[in-house]
């Protein structure tokens, strides 16, 4: 019999992945930052296989998913321990390589000179760690050794941290030097030899009075150096808050792209048009408008994210029944998860919204307010239909949303929609949805909701059937006002009070009184109060499933608070009256 070859489990990660990402100010340098994380590891993995060919299996991620992952792992046959080690630091070497030649190419495509810093910059923003150890015949504690070997390498290696000289700081990332800028941008504080762009320098690569670093400024321009999905239009927070009304309008993104969402906002609010636009352009703007303004226009968006839950436990195979191969679940796990992206993508689209990143077992998106509820059960539903084999349940996940305005601070959002998901995972079993809303004014709201009330009843249909009741008027959210006005002081310090069947009987008075209904031609008295009290009976038991679903009354009340700002933004309705038409019988 022949010598068994040798196998050793090759797992490798870069970073860094939230602060790289989240360091925006433009919607585009998110999805910029997300999109070269993605492109780096795809270029590990074509290093990996140039060096390796057919000897380099890769177990997960799936190659078919668009927005890879910041790390994956791969079987590596028939080397011996030096060969290993070059392996390694080779395919390192070619992703450090693969960073600078792109930032390069985005110098030599906008003809601009490379300044001082520069290089250092770039060099000093990724973190690159990777572990090969020995497979030997149980690979689920192989793979767990190469994850504890790659975590205490995390945390033990050093790294020789930037110095620069004093000198005003990149306005995204707030750590390197300004290197690029325009106009009043701290003129004082600049370093010799930052490159001041010209006045005919493309706005949308820099604003006026912004400076940036070379990270910061390579992922602004990264349309320049990215080619195959890269996206160079990607719609900023405005576009996507108006996405529903060019829906509307018949108006496609192409017609709306070249456009900033501010001249949109302006003409809505009855505002001068920008001094920026000529004559001409802004007739296009003004007659796009008046294609969009009859239709409802929100000045909000949803920033969405989710995680899967337990993903650590699921990988390291102790959710899986005994006897499982983890090996093969893994590669299992990766092809399923790779549909699922772009099962993701395909629903948060033109006009529900935007994909950032979708990665199988995780998503970040931006969807139009209009869609948001629908979108939300849309994702989660579609992952309760992967089938992993297992026959031990299938996976969740835990969802992040912020609801915020198009003006507020990208930053903000994005904070509270990653910690709304934190608050989401925190809930007994997981499994959840947790909401912020960041009214302009600045007060915020925030909920967290299990996906379903019950086995049958998902939670997001309790909240659009109530968005769409009081759409049209079939109840005044009265109700919710005068509920939370009433109980606010009654509650204990955890937002709990002792009888619920105390709630529960106000809120049906409550509802009674808040019911528009009209009375159908034909239909008597009695038919009339009976279909009432049918529909006063049913929208009172789901607000009850919903009830028992929050927890406790200040997380329902807080619910309840959102679905009536969002039928405001939404629905649009003014509520102040009762119904029309004679046909309206206030004292039945």
């Known amino acids: 019999m022949g010598t068994e070859l040798s196998k050793h489990l090759f797992l490798f990660t870069l970073g860094p992945v939230q602060s790289f990402i989240r360091q925006a100010r433009k919607t585009r340098d998110l999805y910029a930052g997300s999109y070269i994380l993605s492109y780096l590891c795809r270029g590990a993995i074509e290093s990996l296989q140039l060096r390796c060919g057919a000897k380099a299996e890769i177990i997960f991620p799936s190659l078919e998913i668009e927005s890879l992952p910041n790390r994956f792992l791969a079987v590596l046959t028939g ?3 030096e060969e290993l080690k070059s392996i390694g630091s080779g395919v390192e070497n070619d992703v450090r390589h693969r960073l600078l ?10 003809q601009l000179r490379e300044p001082k810093g520069f290089r250092e910059q770039m060099e000093s923003l990724l973190q690159v760690y990777w572990v090969i150890t020995e497979q ?4 689920a504690a192989d793979y767990k050794r190469a994850e504890s070997s790659l975590g205490s390498l995390k945390n033990l290696r050093v790294f020789s941290p930037l110095t620069e000289q004093p000198g005003r700081k990149c306005s995204v990332t707030g750590e ?3 290197l690029f800028y325009r106009g009043n941008a701290g003129s004082k504080r600049l370093l010799a030899g930052a490159v001041e ?4 320098f493309p706005q949308k690569y820099l604003g006026d009075g912004e400076g940036l670093g070379a990270v910061a400024f390579v992922k602004r321009c990264a349309d320049k150096c990215m080619s195959g999905n890269f996206n160079p239009d990607f719609p900023s927070t405005g ?4 996405m529903n009304a060019a829906k509307g309008a018949n108006i496609s993104y192409e017609e709306l792209k070249d456009w900033e969402a501010q001249h949109f906002f302006q003409l809505k609010n009855k505002m001068p048009p920008s001094p920026e636009l000529s004559g001409a352009d802004r007739g296009r703007v003004e007659k796009l408008y008046k294609r969009m303004e009859k239709k409802e226009i929100s000045s909000y968006y949803a920033a969405v994210i989710f995680d899967a839950d337990d993903m650590g436990k699921w990988l390291g195979g102790k959710l899986l029944p005994a006897g499982t191969e983890l090996k093969d679940f893994h590669t299992r796990l990766s092809a399923k998860m790779g549909g699922y992206a772009q099962t993701a993508k395909d629903i948060v689209k033109w006009p529900q919204g935007v994909t950032v990143y979708a990665g199988g077992d995780d998503f970040f998106g931006f969807v139009n307010l209009f869609y948001l509820f629908k979108v939300l059960k849309a994702l989660r539903q ?3 239909r992967l089938d992993l084999g297992t026959n031990s349940g299938g996976m969740t996940f835990s969802a992040g949303v912020a609801i915020g305005h198009h003006k507020t601070p990208l930053t903000e959002v994005l904070g509270w929609a990653h910690k709304m998901e934190r608050e989401a995972k925190g809930v007994d079993g997981k499994d959840a949805v947790g909401i912020a809303l960041l009214r302009r004014a600045g007060e915020t709201t925030k909920a967290v909701q299990k996906w379903k009330c019950t086995d049958k009843l998902w939670t997001t249909d309790v909240l659009v059937g109530l968005l769409e009741r009081l759409g049209n008027k079939t109840f005044s959210d009265t109700f919710i006002r005068v509920l939370g006005r009433e109980f606010f002081h009654l509650m204990d310090e955890d937002g709990m009070l002792q009888n619920d069947g105390f709630v529960f009987a106000e809120m049906k008075r409550l509802l009674t009184r808040a019911c528009w209904l009209e009375i159908k031609p034909g239909e008597t008295k009695e038919d009339f109060r009976n279909r009432k009290k049918w529909l006063v009976e049913e929208q009172a038991e789901l607000l009850k499933e919903l009830y028992f679903n929050s927890g406790s009354l200040s997380n329902f009340l807080s619910t309840l608070n959102i679905v009536t700002f969002m039928d405001r933004e939404v629905n649009q309705g003014d ?4 119904g029309a038409g004679s046909s309206f019988f206030p004292g039945w």
């Open 575 to 578: 509520h102040s009256t009762k």
């Open 136 to 139: 030997g015949h149980d690979f």
């Open 197 to 200: 762009a010209d006045p005919r």
């Open 382 to 384: 579609e992952f309760d």
């Open 79 to 81: 080397y011996e321990e």
């Open 101 to 110: 030649t792109m930032s390069e190419k985005v110098l030599t495509e906008l």
């Open 176 to 178: 390197h030097n300004v």
């Open 239 to 242: 576009m996507i808050a108006l």
